[in-house]
């Protein structure tokens, strides 16, 4: 079992772009499945990013393309999100979610149901 802790959120104003940090509490092997996801107010948990912890397979959703950088910090058992050119769209709380087990096909980074661990969440608020 693992604690998974996102830091990294805050206020924005459009246009401007911050990083998300996604932290496991143990070492992760190459094939773990890290995901980030968000959700706004009134509205369902959407799939943002995924990407195995040992390589840079990424999936993205479509909403983020072009303007995010996923990187990771292997010393640091830390994943980061970076996204550029916010807008109030963006406005959500992100969580980090991973899963220890092997991973599932590609077309299914994308469903929250096969994450085992999630995080609290990081609030990200973008201003008009």
């Known amino acids: 079992q693992i604690q998974v802790l996102e830091t990294g959120g805050g206020l924005v104003e459009t246009g401007g772009s911050l990083s998300l940090s996604c932290t496991t509490s143990h070492l992760l092997s190459s094939d773990t499945l890290v995901a980030w996801f968000r959700q706004s107010p009134g509205k369902e948990r959407e799939f943002v990013a995924a990407?195995?912890?040992?390589?840079?397979?990424?999936k993205a959703a479509a909403s983020i393309s072009g303007r995010y950088t996923i990187s990771r910090d292997r010393a640091k058992y830390t994943l980061f999100l970076q996204l550029s050119n916010l807008t109030p769209e963006d406005t959500a709380v992100y969580y980090c979610?991973?899963?220890?087990?092997?991973?599932?096909?590609?077309?299914?980074?994308?469903?929250?149901?096969?994450?085992?661990?999630w995080g609290q969440g990081t609030q990200v608020t973008v201003s008009p």
């Open positions: 979610a991973a899963r220890l087990r092997p991973p599932p096909i590609y077309h299914s980074w994308s469903d929250a149901t096969v994450y085992d661990y």
């Open positions: 990407s195995l912890w040992g390589e840079n397979t990424i």
